[in-house]
């Protein structure tokens, strides 16, 4: 490929629009968006939530009352179905409103100049006349006429469905050629660019054919499609119980209405009707309060699997590091300068030509860190020297490529006939430049063994000179003297060493791969606490590896060296084939491909090119490694919460189940009846979707090994657990029962109804409180108390108080007009109960001989 520049890279920069000019197109053409699939509106929400299944049991148990002629209790009925749809229906909003917050997240970002200025700004604020720079792996943000290009290429197959990519150069004039603009949606494969937007939104070539800009997509996740699968297997289940009930229940008492009530009521006490909304309310907030902890989620699922994250495979620069370049030291064979050293004191004569042609090596204008450091010690260390050439003119540059990892830039002397060639580069690149001798070649790489050991980043600087008309085709052609070296450094962000420590207590390894010299990874894991005693594989090394010895080396190896961009895919492949669930970091183009292949890809929100974060699932919009940390912890917390949750529901289930079938068979009086089971969905929509889900982290969520891959929501553990908790409820309410109808001499039935349903519900506020932690006692406390919990508690109690004191709601529940020393003992059977819950939180059970430890993992270990 040519290493040389297209199209005339001195061409003038314009400054752009200003703020107030912005603004006022802004609002004239409107934002740079097009058409996308509208979000469910309210009304939408509510027909939805209207027709689950749930609410057309409620309704057909009233129109059941409605022939009884109990039209009252009908009525009454359908208000408790109101409320259970308002709740409902705000769940759903909120879950809604959380994903819209995430699509204005994930909206694509450009950076454009405004006043001179270059700050990024979302895609959807440009307007006509702003001046956008585009860089590799950028998705072109508008249509518009360039005004600048350095070996721009971009690949158009979005419009035109041909794959090669298209070079581009600026036109002098204003022209219908393509070849001179760039499309809004295509993608920069190559170079840099300066454009100025003509089209936006509906009127760029991308509207016109009705194409949609990425979104972040509603997709179903593995949980979701297990949930699905036990729901549809429980209706199955409920419907076929209840037609035998209403069978059994019509030909034993004759009574066919109320068989079919019973019935009904037996299917609704089955029907998991809260999960779906439960996972899709869980997966949703954990995706915002990731998002205010500067990670957005654009893939649902990620979710699901950053709990189980085994190995975190971690770019150095910009994510365990600032990305703040600064010349720490720079070397020649004559002397060498260090910066804490010589505290401020002034660079001397002989590195004056290697810091010169470093900075003419460098962009004038530049977003790379490492040549705004030098171009930044060139400011201060040369300053009021003949070393710095402003009226210098570029002629033309040769921009790094993978066969050359140097660049030059030409630059014409006004007072110069030959032109002056400055490169930069690795150490090795510019050695091979200058044609050294191997002894010269070995004392040079000696001093970047030293100097990459003190923890820097080391470039090589040349410098040549050439007199012929015609610029060669590649840099090799000059006659290149080589100057010195720079070290760079880049430090430790501050939480970095902290935060490794909590993966490696967590059973995550910490893989880093850099482009750097192996020496420098060593210094750079060594600060970060990183196990800097294992073999490092450089990319060389690697190369050579076949896929047998690779995996054989992944188990002590933590570093990879001098890596090239699509070895990172196969370092991923390779630790998925061991069964690691891998999260990768990356930023570029060629990062892309890795990206995808990791089980959950991580992009850079700051420095990311676009298609970088267009192919993760996650991106941390601060680049910090302290981030994907805290993701990984939230990840935790969600799953583990989500099995409270799941656990919570099966043994609240097992004694309204009990409870809708066991009486009937037994020959009693139904016990509960349809106004129950609503009644019931009050306490267990909102224990779900809001006190486990806004449950904080165990103490220990990151003191525990990741859960294994295969580990599903609805796991043996988890079931058995749901199981016992309920079965005791169920035996301890059925006793009561029996005996209240057996004991007292007058309305028993009622009173009888009226303790053992008060007692339940008291009970399932004690199963809320023992399952929000695993860890510790409930009458020890779960920490600081969640706000949920206590208006859930509130909530329940205050309900229950209706329904016990206002007579018109008591005859409806069909109860008893509770006496003190009914509710002493609704109060004592539910101490009761929470007592055994607390003791199965506790017991291993012996299944098949082997013991099962019920302590679940929850982010720690009981």
Not at 111 to 140: F, I, K, Q, S, Y
Not at 202 to 222: K, M
Not at 233 to 238: D, E, F, H, L
Not at 554 to 571: G, H, N, W, Y
């Amino acid at each position: 490929m040519n290493e040389r520049s297209r199209g005339p890279v001195s061409a003038p920069v314009p400054g752009g629009l200003n703020e107030a000019e912005a603004a006022y197109r802004l609002k004239r053409d409107g934002p740079n968006e097009l058409p996308v699939s509208r979000p469910r509106g309210m009304l939408r929400v509510a027909r939805e939530v209207a027709s689950e299944p749930m609410f057309l049991l409620l309704v057909a148990c009233g129109g059941i009352y409605m022939v009884l002629g109990d039209a009252h209790e009908a009525l009454m009925l359908l208000g408790f179905v109101t409320v259970v749809m308002a709740i409902s229906f705000f769940q759903q909003r909120r879950s809604e409103r959380a994903l819209d917050a995430l699509r204005e997240l994930a909206s694509p970002q450009a950076m454009v100049l405004r006043g001179a200025t270059a700050h990024r700004v979302p895609a959807r604020e440009l307007v006509v006349g702003d001046v956008v720079l585009l860089n590799e792996g950028d998705r072109v943000p508008a249509d518009m006429d360039l005004v600048h290009a350095t070996d721009l290429a971009i690949d158009e197959s979005l419009l035109t469905g041909e794959s090669m990519p298209v070079g581009k150069e600026p036109s002098p004039s204003r022209t219908t050629e393509d070849t001179s603009k760039a499309f809004s949606g295509t993608l920069v494969t190559r170079g840099a660019g300066l454009g100025c937007v003509i089209a936006t939104g509906a009127r760029s070539a991308l509207g016109r054919i009705g194409q949609s800009l990425a979104n972040v997509a509603a997709v179903s996740t593995p949980i979701q499609l297990e949930t699905r699968r036990i729901v549809k297997q429980m209706v199955a289940i409920g419907l076929a119980l209840a037609g035998v009930l209403v069978v059994a229940h019509g030909i034993s008492r004759g009574e066919w209405l109320q068989g079919v009530l019973a019935g009904l009521t037996l299917a609704m006490a089955i029907l998991p009707e809260e999960l779906p909304l439960v996972l899709t309310l869980f997966l949703g907030l954990g995706a915002w309060r990731l998002a205010r902890e500067k990670v957005l989620v654009k893939s649902i699922p990620a979710i699901e699997r950053l709990g189980g994250t085994t190995v975190l495979c971690v770019d150095k620069t910009g994510t365990l590091t600032v990305n703040r370049m600064s010349i720490r030291r720079l070397w020649s064979e004559a002397a060498v300068y260090d910066r804490l050293q010589m505290a401020g004191g002034a660079l001397q004569e002989e590195l004056h030509g290697v810091l010169e042609y470093a900075v003419l090596a460098s962009h004038r204008r530049t977003f790379d860190p490492m040549e705004a450091a030098i171009v930044a010690a060139g400011r201060d260390l040369l300053a009021g020297t003949e070393h710095l050439h402003a009226e210098w003119t570029l002629v033309d540059d040769y921009p790094l490529s993978p066969g050359m990892l140097a660049m030059s830039r030409v630059w014409q002397s006004p007072d110069q006939r030959d032109r002056l060639i400055a490169a930069k580069g690795a150490p090795e690149a510019i050695v091979d430049l200058c044609h050294m001798d191997p002894g010269r070649s070995a004392s040079v790489a000696a001093q970047v063994r030293a100097m990459a050991q003190d923890g820097l980043r080391v470039l090589g600087v040349a410098q040549a000179t050439f007199g012929a008309a015609s610029l060669p085709e590649i840099q090799h052609d000059f006659e290149f003297q080589f100057l010195g070296l720079l070290g760079l450094e880049d430090p430790l962000r501050p939480h970095v060493a902290q935060s490794i420590a909590e993966c490696r207590v967590a059973g995550i390894r910490v893989v880093m791969m850099t482009g750097d010299h192996s020496a420098t990874a060593l210094s750079v894991a060594r600060q970060a606490g990183m196990q800097a005693d294992t073999p490092v594989i450089s990319g060389v090394e690697l190369a050579s590896l076949t896929d047998e010895a690779l995996a054989a080396r992944l188990a002590d190896t933590c570093i990879f060296s001098r890596v090239q961009p699509e070895q990172k895919l196969r370092i991923v492949r390779a630790f998925a084939a061991r069964g690691d669930v891998v999260a990768m970091t990356g930023d570029g183009v060629n990062d892309a491909p890795a990206l995808k292949a990791a089980a959950i890809g991580v992009a850079m929100g700051a420095r990311g090119t676009e298609v970088a974060r267009e192919a993760a699932a996650l991106v941390l919009l601060t680049d910090d490694f302290a981030s994907l940390v805290t993701a990984v912890r939230y990840g935790r917390r969600v799953f583990a919460n989500l099995r409270k949750a799941m656990v919570f529901v099966i043994a609240a289930h097992v004694p309204i189940v009990g409870l809708s079938v066991l009486p009937v068979l037994l020959g009693w009086p139904m016990l509960l009846m349809p106004v129950h089971i609503v009644f019931l969905q009050l306490i267990i929509d909102p224990a779900c979707s809001m006190v486990f889900e806004a449950q904080p982290p165990e103490p220990g969520a990151m003191k525990v090994a990741p859960r294994p891959a295969h580990q599903g929501l609805f796991e043996r553990s988890v079931v058995v657990r749901g199981l016992w908790q309920g079965a005791g409820l169920l035996a301890l309410l059925l006793t009561v029962y029996a005996a209240s109808r057996h004991l007292v001499p007058s309305d028993r039935d009622e009173v009888a109804r009226t303790l053992t349903f008060s007692a339940l519900v008291l009970s399932n506020l004690a199963l809320i409180q023992s399952n929000r932690s695993w860890g510790r006692s409930a009458w020890r406390g779960h920490g600081e108390p969640t706000r949920q919990f206590g208006w859930i508690v509130l909530g329940a109690i205050l309900l229950l108080g209706v329904v016990l004191a206002v007579p018109a709601v008591t005859r409806l529940f069909a109860f008893a007009r509770p006496s003190p020393s009914l509710v002493l003992a609704a109060l004592s059977i539910s101490a009761l109960s929470w007592r055994w819950f607390e003791f199965v939180k506790r017991w291993r059970v012996s299944v098949g001989g082997a013991p099962s430890d019920m302590a679940i993992h929850a982010g720690r270990s009981e």
